[in-house]
């Protein structure tokens, strides 16, 4: 039997779940004929064939989870079809863009090093996510540079171990697709980050009764982001490395059944200036979210992301940053307050924000000046 692996589906993710397969054991398919559909924590992805050929077996049922590089499906014949895999440079989405591109990580090998676990060779932060994932480096096969072992063969080691010894107890539904994901970018999260999260209100009494908050608050961001630019980058924790942006690709966390996704507004720094088009790019992102249509390119590339939990409830919030973005802007609920205006106490609508940064990359001052710029921002009438 000729053995087809799945392939890495382009987003650095260990794994995916089989949706639906568009083939059955038996049957004859041409190449690039679409074979089966899995789902990631950012889309579902039909997967082509890359041969012709009758198919004698299907490695799996719809709601079964395959791992990159294991078979897939069997063709008549002996080997398996080379398939080529890519480094992980994912976004979670919740991927938060692993974003599993939810939600992220990117990992530079920049030199060996030995783990406190034994003699393989591993960077610090692959050592880091190895401890907090319970993976013993000794275990693993590195597949990087001189047999460096690389974020992404721990997380393949630890996806095994999970898959091989973890028994479900009773009454408890194992998690699948984006909500298992996420879960898994929460921990990477948690292992590389030092989070600092700071609150402050903004006095929106100035806006007419039309306002489109999401729009307005989208603009600030912008703003924000040109007069403080820290927050808008990302940072390795590797190389002890930053990398700044010019452009705002803002990440927009969007609630689902299914679980939490962060479609990107690519080059949001130019769509702020026809808010008609902006709050259509956004009714669009919602609606193939809804759908799971979203392009997997719409998934990738944030700079730094944007929550308005408050359309539902809460005023404050500490939101979860998703490596290797270094901030995350957040709204609470709009309320009304009393505040002083021309030495009288009056009535206004108040919009709460808080903002979290990693204070491995950021600043407590670079973090609060991006914020007063945010709310100066909101705060006009325009």
């Keep these: 039997m000729k053995k087809f692996n799945l392939p890495d589906l382009g987003e650095g993710l260990p794994d995916a779940e089989i949706r639906e397969w568009f083939v059955k054991e038996g049957d004859t398919v041409a190449m690039h004929d679409n074979i089966v559909s899995m789902e990631t924590a950012k889309a579902i992805v039909d997967v082509p064939t890359p041969i012709a050929g009758k198919i004698v077996k299907l490695f799996g049922q719809p709601g079964d989870v395959i791992l990159t590089g294991s078979p897939l499906i069997g063709f008549e014949g002996e080997g398996v079809i080379d398939t080529k895999t890519r480094e992980d440079t994912g976004t979670v989405a919740g991927k938060l863009e692993t974003g599993s591109d939810v939600l992220q990580e990117s990992v530079k090998i920049i030199k060996s090093t030995s783990s406190a676990a034994g003699h393989k060779k591993a960077p610090p932060v692959v050592v880091g996510l190895a401890h907090h994932l319970g993976v013993d480096l000794n275990t693993v096969q590195g597949t990087g540079t001189g047999g460096m072992i690389t974020a992404n063969d721990v997380k393949q080691a630890h996806v095994t171990n999970v898959a091989s010894t973890t028994v479900t107890s009773e009454g408890f539904e194992p998690l699948k697709g984006s909500r298992r994901m996420m ?106 979210v ?54 009288q106490a009056v009535v206004h609508p108040i919009l709460p924000i808080s903002i979290t940064t990693d204070h491995c990359a950021v600043t407590g001052g670079e973090a609060t000046r991006f914020l007063g710029a945010l709310i100066q921002d909101l705060e006009l009438g325009i």
């Design 290 to 343: 809804r759908d799971r249509s979203i392009p997997a390119e719409q998934l990738k590339g944030a700079t730094i992301t944007f929550s308005n939990f408050g359309t539902f409830a809460g005023r404050y919030a500490t939101p979860i940053i998703v490596p290797p973005q270094v901030a995350i802007i957040a709204c609470g609920k709009k309320h009304d307050g009393v505040v002083a205006k021309d030495g």
């Design 183 to 288: 879960a898994q970018a929460m921990q990477t999260s948690h292992a590389q980050i030092t989070p600092v999260t700071v609150f402050d209100d903004a006095d929106i009494g100035a806006w007419d009764a039309e306002q489109d908050i999401s729009v307005r608050i989208v603009r600030a961001i912008v703003k924000a982001c040109a007069a403080e630019p820290s927050l808008n980058a990302h940072f390795e924790t590797a190389s002890q490395a930053r990398k700044l942006f010019s452009e705002v690709n803002l990440g927009i966390a969007v609630d689902s059944p299914e679980g939490l996704f962060v479609p990107v507004i690519h080059h949001a720094e130019k769509l702020v200036q026809d808010p008609q088009q902006l709050r259509a790019k956004l009714n669009t992102m919602k609606q193939q």
